[in-house]
């Protein structure tokens, strides 16, 4: 078959090859060319030689070529997709490898539920971080150490939780998350808050905190899910890739790469149309 092909080939380049060449050019020089290859070699090879000295640049011969640049470009490719390669494209830019495969409408599914991915955990991560800030606001407004201290000697005698050893959760001496969580989940803590009372053991601004920082957590918990499932579709995005590229292969029967090049070359002092072929096996 590909033998067949490449005899066709030949006889097409030998008929433009015959016709006016550099019509682009659209000079009379090109034309001039055009005539000349219908005359004998001799007188063709002379006058070529007359006009690459004119105009070393368009035409070959004046020794800074070796090939005659009347057509240069491929006239068959069949190309082999690499799996690895498909692979490692989605794994990187999700999409990537299904587009690299032929895949067109995959990879536009896969990028565009990465991009809705990464969106929602950019929108969830800021909202979370913004009611994270909220919370701890109304902590350090709402919330003494002072007054905690104070209850911790009038119960216990005690400056310090620490020194209490009926206690298993002892306050941080930095404003950490540990801090922010411990004011408000563990009711030792409670009588902390500005508006404890302690007859009916009540704090409506812990209530309040606690689903302030209840909200922001599951903002913050959304983002996280959703940077999961980003990464799941790289993975599933490079799996199906590969698989992409293994079908487009075998659709094609593509196991190698085949080129063919059509150029005109000099060959001991002579202008000849010639073919290149390349055949390249995986």
Same mark, same amino acid.
């Given at each position: 078959m590909h033998r067949i092909s490449i005899l066709l080939i030949m006889m097409v380049m030998l008929c433009l090859v015959s016709t006016t060449v550099f019509s682009a050019q659209g000079n009379d020089e090109s034309e001039e060319i055009g005539d000349f290859l219908q005359t004998d070699q001799g007188a063709y090879l002379e006058k070529l030689d007359r006009l690459t000295e004119t105009d070393p640049v368009m035409y070959a011969g004046s020794g800074e070529f070796n090939d005659f640049p009347m057509f240069d470009g491929d006239i068959y490719s069949s190309e082999h997709r690499s799996v690895g390669k498909a692979f490692l494209y989605s794994i990187a830019v999700p999409g990537l490898g299904e587009y690299y495969s032929g895949s067109k409408l995959k990879a536009g599914i896969f990028f565009a539920f990465d991009m809705l991915s990464w969106t929602q955990y950019l929108t969830k991560h800021s909202s979370g971080t913004k009611k994270e800030d909220e919370f701890e606001d109304y902590a350090d407004n709402h919330w003494s150490p002072t007054e905690y201290t104070i209850w911790l000697i009038d119960t216990w005698g005690k400056e310090s939780d620490a020194d209490v050893a009926d206690f298993t959760h002892h306050l941080?001496?930095?404003?950490?998350?540990?801090?922010?969580?411990?004011?408000?989940?563990? *009711?030792?803590?409670?009588?902390?808050?500005?508006?404890?009372?302690?007859?009916?053991?009540?704090?409506?601004?812990?209530?309040?905190?606690?689903?302030?920082?209840?909200? *922001?957590?599951?903002?913050?918990?959304?983002?996280?899910?959703? *940077?999961?499932?980003?990464?799941?579709?790289?993975?599933l995005s490079a799996f199906d890739a590969a698989l992409s590229a293994k079908r487009f292969n075998k659709k094609r029967d593509v196991f190698s790469d085949v080129n063919v090049k059509a150029r005109m070359a000099r060959r001991d002092g002579e202008q000849i149309p010639e073919l290149v072929l390349t055949y390249k096996f995986y």
């Open positions: 941080p001496d930095q404003k950490t998350q540990q801090y922010y969580e411990m004011i408000g989940k563990w *009711a030792q803590f409670k009588h902390g808050w500005d508006d404890y009372d302690p007859v009916r053991d009540t704090s409506f601004n812990r209530v309040s905190y606690l689903s302030m920082r209840e909200d *922001a957590n599951s903002k913050l918990e959304s983002a996280r899910t959703w *940077a999961m499932v980003s990464l799941a579709n790289h993975v």
